[in-house]
């Protein structure tokens, strides 16, 4: 009987949560969010110079949870996401990973991208792949190069939550932005900076 009564204590407390959606568009959920796009901006700005910026994508998301689990009713996870698509300056491998090691390195990005070596044996298979992913002043940035654009399409088009999300702002590539993939020389960069500004377990 007990535990009955804690089931539905639970379903009580469920049923009175506030609507995530009007949780993330609370003032003080709000100011959080602005926050992770002031530091996304300033984090991605070394990059912008490391060729011809062709797009910029933007897409804010929250993740409600397990909306279905009586035990977890009030987790909330958002994330800031700002893409930059990029023609480097430099058309030979080298030079151009040169340039992208070095604003890497302008933002304190921890991680270690790939050598010459390595990312011209990933180019020369063809297709895209990660060339850094690494945390700088608290946002992940992932670089990746592409120079096929039907796997650029697949990264375009993915989700980054399967049922439970939903959409603050949502921003892909164009069809025509991602045809560049397949002229710009030797590949196109794909800059990622990902900032999570709510993560709630209950």
Same mark, same amino acid.
């Given at each position: ?11 009580? %407390? ?8 009007? #949780? ?33 994508? #933007?897409?804010?998301?929250? &993740? ?5 689990? =009586?035990? &977890?009713?009030? #987790? ?10 990029? *023609? ?25 991208? =790939? &050598? ?22 608290? $946002? ?7 120079? *096929? ?13 399967? &049922?439970?999300? %939903?959409? =603050? ?11 560049? $993939?397949? $002229? ?7 800059? *990622?900076?990902?900032?999570?500004? $709510?993560?709630?377990?209950?």
């Amino acid at each position: 009987m007990t535990f009955l009564a804690g089931v539905l204590g639970l379903a009580l %407390f469920a049923g009175c949560s506030a609507d995530p959606r009007d #949780r993330a568009e609370g003032s003080g959920i709000a100011a959080e969010r602005r926050e992770g796009i002031t530091r996304s901006a300033m984090v991605l700005s070394p990059f912008e110079e490391v060729g011809t910026v062709l797009a910029t994508r #933007r897409s804010d998301w929250c &993740d409600a949870g397990r909306r279905d689990s =009586l035990w &977890d009713p009030g #987790r909330l996870l958002c994330n800031v996401e700002r893409r930059l698509l990029i *023609d480097p300056a430099d058309d030979d491998l080298p030079g151009a990973a040169a340039a992208m090691r070095a604003a890497l390195s302008a933002r304190g990005c921890a991680g270690v991208p =790939l &050598d010459d070596a390595q990312l011209a044996r990933d180019v020369a298979a063809g297709g895209g792949g990660v060339f850094s992913s690494s945390g700088c002043f608290g $946002v992940t940035v992932t670089v990746r190069w592409y120079s *096929d654009p039907e796997a650029a399409s697949r990264l375009n088009a993915s989700r980054p939550f399967p &049922d439970t999300g %939903f959409w =603050l702002r949502e921003g892909g590539f164009d069809d025509s932005e991602l045809g560049s $993939v397949s $002229v710009s020389k030797p590949f196109v960069w794909w800059v *990622d900076a990902d900032y999570t500004y $709510v993560n709630e377990q209950v």
